[in-house]
């Protein structure tokens, strides 16, 4: 079934981390490969009722998140499914090196759940808010990277991680998502996902800045600006043809995610523009900076996360398009 926006987006009632507990229990009933390790952070991600239905599947290897690691690699070696979760700078950014030799050098089959990214670790603060994981895990040869949306999406894209071979990472806020997808839908990784129709210009986005994409395309058809939405949901591999095809139909893009400007999605974007249709780019991000603690809402204005700078970006994009125009025209 092809995916499809929710008439309103709303609040779910379920957390991401039950979903992602729940998926990984249905998945087990059926496979027994699939195990769970963790950093002391079981009942953090909602991952109890799994360790209480598969205690022989579960393993709490302490806070050494390296170390854990490692032992995915091994158990993946010995035919089994690991799904590895910490706190997504301690899952990333602690382990890089384990993370591309023991699991992508050696050609291993892992996943990597990194959990609160960006500013949803809130009031875990600086240490705890990874603004760089993306920008790290890019740089795998052959890793595939992702960030659900919603829990619809976050279902359907566990069950497909469970199936493939490789070395993925999934970018899991664990508290309740803004509903955007219609139960049953399913998403191809590498593919995007249109949301909103659009001849102006194109925004792209990931994870919990899809909700802003839209509320800032409600706002731009206000002033007669028509905004195509994408979300970008699988940052590497990304979708080039989507990003291509915008570039040329729309003339100018907004990129916006939940992470360092540099090395993320705005990043990936900048790279396939500028090999095969260059046009403006205004990128949505945080600015190169370290986080701090506060409030997610408190902390998506503090960096710039918000609708309201998605729709100051378009309106600059908008105008380098003009100046384009009329360079062109000259």
Do not use: W
Request: glycine share 8%; charged share 20%; proline share 3%.
């Amino acid at each position: 079934m092809k995916a499809t926006i929710a008439e309103t987006l709303v609040k779910e009632g379920k957390e991401m981390r039950s979903v992602y507990c729940q998926s990984l229990i249905d998945l087990a009933r059926v496979d027994k490969r699939i195990v769970v390790l963790d950093a002391d952070l079981l009942s953090s991600i909602g991952m109890l009722p799994f360790a209480k239905a598969y205690p022989e599947r579960t393993f709490n290897v302490g806070i050494q998140e390296a170390n854990m690691i490692g032992v995915a690699a091994g158990l993946s070696a010995t035919g089994k499914i690991p799904f590895a979760h910490s706190f997504a700078p301690f899952a990333t950014r602690r382990c890089f090196d384990q993370i591309f030799l023991s699991c992508g050098y050696a050609k291993l089959n892992v996943r990597i759940v990194g959990s609160d990214p960006g500013v949803t670790a809130a009031f875990n603060g600086g240490t705890h808010m990874p603004f760089e994981d993306i920008g790290i895990l890019r740089t795998v040869p052959g890793i595939t990277i992702l960030e659900p949306t919603d829990s619809v999406m976050l279902r359907n894209l566990v069950e497909q991680v469970a199936d493939l071979y490789g070395v993925f990472y999934i970018r899991l806020i664990r508290k309740n998502a803004t509903k955007v997808y219609q139960e049953g839908s399913s998403f191809e990784i590498g593919k995007a996902v249109q949301l909103r129709e659009g001849s102006d210009l194109t925004i792209i986005a990931t994870g919990i800045m899809v909700e802003e994409a839209l509320k800032a395309a409600d706002t731009l058809v206000e002033a007669g600006i028509f905004a195509r939405v994408v979300n970008m949901f699988s940052i590497k591999p990304v979708d080039e043809e989507t990003i291509i095809k915008a570039a040329r139909e729309t003339g100018a893009i907004v990129s916006a995610e939940n992470h360092n400007i540099i090395n993320g999605l705005g990043s990936a974007i900048a790279e396939v523009i500028a090999e095969n249709a260059l046009v403006p780019l205004e990128r949505v991000g945080v600015q190169d900076q370290f986080g701090e603690v506060g409030s997610v809402n408190y902390l998506m204005g503090r960096f710039g996360l918000t609708a309201g700078h998605i729709v100051e970006k378009a309106r600059k994009a908008l105008g380098r398009k003009a100046e384009m125009q009329i360079q062109y025209k000259e």
